[in-house]
Nanobody, 122 residues
Framework: QVQLVESGGGLVQPGGSLGLSCAASGSIFKIRDMGWYRQAPGKQRELVATITSDGVANYPDSVKGRFTISRDNAKNTVYLQMNSLKPEDTAVYYC????????????????WGQGTQVTVSS
């Protein structure tokens, strides 16, 4: 059983900063790509940032230069530092990871966290 547990959401004023973290736990053989997605009310879930196991990050234009994704492989944790936040960044943020487990053979699956609310408002 693998779990992703997020923390760090909350309310912040426009232009402010907020940090999120997501820790993976369970019977983990290897964590491959990790990432963050978000979903605003009435909208589809969208990519916010991804990072490979080697630390190569990728961002869409909407957050590039404002958000930074990082990971600590020893702690099985991924982070998202969000700066210069805008009201349009308001959403539920979800952690995502491709994780390999050993169940007789190596099985790689996608896992999601429960989501954490980020609200940017004055």
């Amino acid at each position: 059983q693998v779990q992703l547990v997020e923390s760090g959401g909350g309310l912040v004023q426009p232009g402010g900063s907020l940090g999120l973290s997501c820790a993976a736990s369970g019977s983990i053989f290897k964590i491959r790509d990790m990432g963050w997605y978000r979903q605003a009310p009435g909208k589809q879930r969208e990519l916010v940032a991804t990072i490979t196991s080697d630390g190569v990050a990728n961002y869409p234009d909407s957050v590039k230069g404002r958000f930074t994704i990082s990971r600590d492989n020893a702690k099985n944790t991924v982070y998202l530092q969000m700066n210069s936040l805008k009201p349009e960044d308001t959403a539920v943020y979800y952690c995502n990871a491709r994780i390999s487990t050993v169940e007789g053979v190596v099985v790689t699956s996608q896992y999601w966290g429960q989501g954490t609310q980020v609200t940017v408002s004055s």
